[in-house]
């Protein structure tokens, strides 16, 4: 496909009578597909008075049903309708207006219909997270780009290091043999701010891959080279904000296009007044409708034009790129009434595929308001198949890390977190990890303690859900001293010419870094092949002291895991699991190759993981 800038430009022409300076500078979407189930296309149209001019069409099964104009004239709003025999290739939009007349070429393409093209990343996947602009420079090239004045500063933890998607494309065959099935890119999408840009949660075109990451080509291409490997790509999405500099900011569509009036007023971010029964109005809006920073202004989903720009522009990725899932941004925070409708029409065109919010709570009972078939209490109505299970992130690590408590056992709120799994619809559906992109990294959470760390991986590798794990968790990067999410989100070894280490390679790694990576390489490619753990059931033992032992098990299989955190070793008197073990006699240690006998005491090392295959 062209570049969306370039299409956009080719396809307007201007045939006005007597040289009336009028254009048409932007078409969003820049094309769409034929045969989706919602058969109006909503086109964001701009030129200066366009919103004056009336909108046709001449094309077979394609017509205008509406037009609307806004508070700014250089925008209208055109509705096509497109009928089930609408026709592909070139459509002709006509704008009239007096002796003026403007055309400009839309693309109407057939879909896809492979539906493995949009398969969702499910349980039996382990996802990989990426921040891109710091995990691979493969094209130096496009570190500066003219007209953009967030430059290279590889030195400055908040500056732009110059990974790209040309990067992630070299990288794939390292992700793929470290048992990595799917990749989340933090987003790429244009962020054209004066500053600390890399991250790219401040999107300045919702149809346009920054180009310092490379184009909206790479980014497809990209991810054919991923699936042929068999991994999936999730793109993060932002519908509650995007950045100061997005180019309709100097000339919004309507008073309305972003909270408050585009007057920054902060949010509470009291997430809890979605849910609270006792909740002001106030505290609602100021939650909802405040913004996170200055430079993010915080969209009116509310907006019914906005609420279709954005579910239209998420589902033009999806068609493009063939994605394998998003990973919507701050869930709780835009109009969650639009999020219902916005969770709604993608799985009504995609139903085999998957979507994960974003809320962090630690409350089981907060995260679970937003998955798609709870019976809320409230009434709310959620079409959102995952979330992350935040709370069961803060469970484990506080289990790996508090003193002993005076009574009860340290896995306690592992436990009880599990527990109260009932109150999910689809609990194996959840996304579970161990850190991300804005938090203090794993083995930094750990103190850098290498026995634990290899009790946590063993722990999301078979836990009901989907693990997920940031970029450099297998070679122990951390942020030991400070909590800068920009020392947080450090280079990936081996990304830059000229790195003194190279965990692509393994040259330059510590001994303890290599070992890591092996152990978790080969941890995560055992589990990309255990049917048990990515659909089999669960079933634990409530912990005594500091050892928690828990079952996954299907009608072929079982697999066993024991976490003892104690310093010295623990024996486990095997009868009290006889339920899960059965006839069982012996089991091997996945990671060991150790065997042990069933029928007696099994002694697990001080510190340490077992995970063991029941042999039949």
Do not use: C
């Given at each position: 496909?062209?570049?969306?800038?370039?299409?956009?430009l080719?396809?307007?022409?201007?045939?006005?009578?007597?040289?009336?300076?009028?254009?048409?500078?932007?078409?969003e979407?820049p094309n769409w597909?034929?045969?989706f189930?919602?058969?109006?296309?909503?086109?964001?149209?701009y030129?200066?008075?366009?919103g004056r001019?009336?909108a046709?069409?001449?094309?077979?099964?394609?017509?205008?049903s509406r037009?609307?104009?806004?508070?700014s004239p250089?925008y209208?709003?055109?509705?096509?309708?497109?009928e089930?025999?609408?026709?592909?290739?070139?459509?002709?939009?006509?704008?009239?207006?007096?002796?003026?007349r403007l055309?400009?070429?839309?693309?109407?393409?057939?879909?896809n219909?492979?539906?493995?093209r949009?398969?969702g990343f499910?349980?039996?996947d382990?996802?990989?997270?990426?921040?891109?602009d710091?995990?691979?420079?493969?094209?130096p090239?496009?570190?500066?780009?003219?007209?953009?004045?967030?430059?290279p500063?590889?030195d400055?933890?908040?500056?732009?290091?110059?990974?790209?998607l040309?990067?992630?494309t070299?990288?794939l065959?390292y992700?793929?043999?470290?048992?990595?099935?799917?990749i989340?890119?933090?987003p790429v999408?244009?962020?054209?701010?004066?500053?600390a840009?890399y991250?790219?949660?401040?999107t300045?075109d919702?149809y346009l891959?920054?180009?310092?990451f490379?184009s909206n080509?790479?980014y497809?291409?990209?991810?054919e080279?991923?699936?042929e490997r068999?991994?999936?790509?999730?793109m993060?999405?932002?519908a509650n904000h995007?950045?100061?500099?997005?180019w309709?900011?100097?000339?919004l569509p309507?008073r309305d296009?972003i909270?408050?009036?585009a007057?920054y007023?902060?949010?509470s971010?009291a997430?809890?007044?979605?849910?609270d029964?006792?909740?002001?109005?106030w505290d609602?809006?100021?939650?909802?409708s405040?913004?996170?920073v200055?430079?993010?202004?915080?969209l009116?989903?509310?907006?019914?034009?906005l609420?279709d720009?954005?579910?239209q522009?998420?589902?033009?990725w999806?068609?493009?790129?063939?994605?394998?899932?998003?990973?919507q941004?701050t869930?709780?925070?835009p109009?969650k009434?639009?999020?219902?409708?916005?969770?709604?029409?993608?799985?009504?065109?995609?139903?085999?595929?998957?979507?994960v919010?974003?809320?962090?709570?630690?409350?089981?009972?907060?995260?679970?308001y937003?998955?798609a078939g709870k019976?809320?209490?409230d009434?709310?109505v959620?079409?959102?198949?995952?979330v992350?299970?935040?709370p069961?992130?803060?469970?484990?690590?506080?289990?790996?890390?508090?003193?002993?408590?005076?009574?009860?056992?340290?896995?306690?709120?592992?436990?009880e977190?599990?527990a109260t799994d009932?109150v999910y619809?689809?609990?194996?559906?959840?996304?579970?990890?161990?850190?991300?992109?804005?938090?203090?990294?794993?083995?930094?959470?750990?103190d850098?303690d290498?026995?634990l760390?290899?009790?946590?991986?063993?722990f999301?590798?078979t836990?009901?859900g989907?693990p997920?794990?940031?970029?450099?968790?297998?070679?122990?990067m951390s942020?030991?001293g400070?909590?800068?999410?920009?020392v947080?989100?450090s280079?990936f070894p081996g990304g830059?010419?000229?790195d003194?280490?190279n965990a692509?390679?393994?040259?330059?790694l510590?001994?303890?870094e290599?070992s890591?990576?092996?152990?978790?390489?080969?941890?995560f490619?055992?589990?990309?092949s255990?049917?048990?753990?990515h659909?089999?059931?669960?079933?634990?033992?409530a912990?005594v002291?500091q050892?928690?032992?828990?079952?996954?098990?299907?009608?072929s299989?079982t697999?066993?895991v024991v976490?003892?955190?104690?310093d010295?070793?623990?024996?486990?008197?095997?009868a009290?699991?006889?339920?899960?073990?059965?006839?069982?006699?012996?089991?091997a240690?996945?990671?060991?190759g150790?065997?042990?006998?069933?029928d007696?005491?099994?002694?697990?090392?001080?510190?340490?993981a077992?995970?063991?295959?029941l042999?039949p």
């Amino acid at each position: 496909m062209p570049d969306i800038r370039i299409l956009l430009l080719l396809g307007s022409a201007l045939l006005a009578a007597g040289g009336a300076a009028a254009d048409i500078d932007r078409v969003e979407p820049p094309n769409w597909w034929l045969g989706f189930g919602h058969d109006e296309l909503q086109l964001l149209v701009y030129g200066e008075d366009l919103g004056r001019f009336r909108a046709s069409v001449d094309h077979p099964g394609v017509s205008v049903s509406r037009s609307v104009s806004v508070d700014s004239p250089n925008y209208l709003f055109v509705y096509l309708e497109l009928e089930g025999d609408a026709e592909p290739g070139d459509v002709e939009l006509v704008f009239e207006r007096d002796d003026t007349r403007l055309t400009h070429t839309y693309r109407l393409e057939p879909r896809n219909r492979d539906p493995e093209r949009t398969r969702g990343f499910t349980a039996a996947d382990t996802i990989y997270l990426i921040t891109p602009d710091r995990f691979r420079n493969a094209d130096p090239g496009n570190d500066a780009v003219e007209g953009y004045s967030d430059l290279p500063a590889r030195d400055e933890p908040y500056g732009r290091h110059g990974g790209d998607l040309a990067g992630i494309t070299a990288s794939l065959d390292y992700i793929a043999d470290m048992g990595f099935t799917a990749i989340w890119l933090n987003p790429v999408l244009e962020n054209a701010m004066p500053e600390a840009s890399y991250h790219g949660y401040a999107t300045t075109d919702f149809y346009l891959v920054d180009p310092r990451f490379g184009s909206n080509e790479d980014y497809r291409a990209m991810t054919e080279a991923a699936r042929e490997r068999g991994v999936g790509v999730i793109m993060d999405q932002i519908a509650n904000h995007a950045g100061s500099r997005h180019w309709w900011m100097a000339d919004l569509p309507s008073r309305d296009w972003i909270n408050f009036e585009a007057n920054y007023v902060q949010t509470s971010h009291a997430r809890t007044t979605n849910q609270d029964p006792y909740a002001s109005a106030w505290d609602r809006e100021l939650h909802a409708s405040g913004w996170f920073v200055e430079t993010m202004p915080d969209l009116n989903q509310r907006n019914p034009l906005l609420a279709d720009y954005l579910i239209q522009n998420s589902i033009w990725w999806i068609e493009y790129l063939g994605l394998a899932g998003i990973r919507q941004d701050t869930y709780p925070y835009p109009d969650k009434h639009f999020m219902s409708e916005w969770s709604r029409r993608i799985m009504a065109e995609y139903p085999n595929f998957n979507i994960v919010g974003e809320e962090w709570s630690l409350n089981p009972n907060i995260t679970s308001y937003w998955q798609a078939g709870k019976d809320n209490h409230d009434g709310y109505v959620s079409w959102l198949p995952s979330v992350f299970d935040f709370p069961l992130q803060g469970a484990l690590t506080g289990a790996l890390t508090s003193p002993t408590p005076p009574w009860g056992s340290v896995w306690t709120p592992v436990y009880e977190t599990l527990a109260t799994d009932y109150v999910y619809p689809d609990p194996f559906n959840l996304v579970i990890f161990p850190d991300n992109h804005d938090m203090s990294r794993i083995f930094t959470q750990l103190d850098e303690d290498r026995a634990l760390f290899e009790m946590a991986m063993i722990f999301y590798a078979t836990m009901r859900g989907i693990p997920q794990l940031f970029y450099g968790t297998e070679i122990l990067m951390s942020n030991a001293g400070t909590d800068s999410h920009g020392v947080i989100r450090s280079d990936f070894p081996g990304g830059w010419a000229g790195d003194r280490k190279n965990a692509f390679t393994g040259n330059g790694l510590s001994r303890a870094e290599r070992s890591a990576q092996a152990f978790v390489r080969r941890l995560f490619n055992w589990r990309k092949s255990a049917d048990v753990v990515h659909s089999g059931r669960f079933m634990h033992y409530a912990p005594v002291g500091q050892t928690y032992v828990y079952f996954r098990y299907d009608d072929s299989a079982t697999v066993m895991v024991v976490l003892n955190r104690a310093d010295e070793p623990v024996t486990l008197d095997t009868a009290r699991f006889v339920e899960r073990i059965g006839s069982h006699r012996f089991a091997a240690d996945v990671m060991t190759g150790k065997r042990f006998r069933l029928d007696a005491d099994v002694v697990v090392g001080a510190r340490s993981a077992l995970l063991l295959e029941l042999e039949p």
